[in-house]
């Protein structure tokens, strides 16, 4: 396969600039063999502090939200200029508690979306479906419409990541099983062949995320759908450096 298996963390609002810096120190050496891509999706303010942190690492330092517009009124954002001031190069979008706090919508997703594609950054899309969804058999029609909508427009679908992240398992120490992981990630592939092109669909990288941790990845790892993860709790600690590893 082809496909480049790729680990985000995603800190969330969680962390300082000294305590980030701390944990990108330790976490350096340990994940320097990595034979993934490895990322750590961090609060705006500490993107600064973060990248200086990870110079010379093969740790990457992504943002957790992009706004569409180049720039303007809109208190509180973040454009993709500023993202790319500073060498970001993946940028979190529509992650479930952006959609559950925050209004996000599958339309807004794909302005952000498309808005970091136009400026070079690679998005990492995040769907899922709510316990009571997957509980009533509509796990695949909710699906259907974040794909649909969120992705619509992309010119090339290769450029972006999917993260796979059911409601139920984020933050909840409740892990989809590597079977139930697989098989709606391979779900997601073969609707991403039919929205873009089979062919295409082989290529894109898709993460699955929730409650993944050092215990649980080497399972989930090793299904022929799932190309890494987005980790939120386990990035927090060194625990972050054995999901990395995971092959080792
Ligand atoms: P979790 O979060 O690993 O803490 O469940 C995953 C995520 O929200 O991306």
Known sequence: MSRKAFIAGNWKMNMTAESGEKLIKELAPLVKNASCDVALCVPAILIPAMTKAAQ??????????????????????????????????????????????????????????LAALAAGLTPIVCVGELLEEREN??????????????L???????KVV??????WAIGTGKTATDEQAQETIAYIRKKIGELFCPKCAEKVVIQYGGSMNAGNCKGLMA??????????????????????????
């Open 56 to 113: 010379g690492t093969n740790i990457k330092i992504g943002a957790e939200n992009v706004h569409w517009a180049k720039s303007g009124a809109y208190t509180g954002e973040i454009s993709t200029d500023m993202l790319k001031e500073y060498g970001v190069e993946y940028v979190i979008i529509g992650h479930s508690e952006r959609r559950q706090y925050f209004g996000e919508t599958d339309e807004s997703v794909n302005k952000r979306t």
């Open 152 to 158: 619509n427009g992309i010119e090339d679908i290769t």
């Open 137 to 150: 058999g509509s796990t695949e029609k909710v699906l259907d419409k974040q794909l649909t909508v969120g």
């Open 162 to 167: 999917i993260a796979y992240e059911p409601v």
């Open 223 to 248: 299904q022929p759908d799932i190309d890494g993860g987005l980790i939120g709790g386990a990035s927090l600690k060194l625990d972050f450096a054995t999901i990395v590893n995971y092959d080792k």
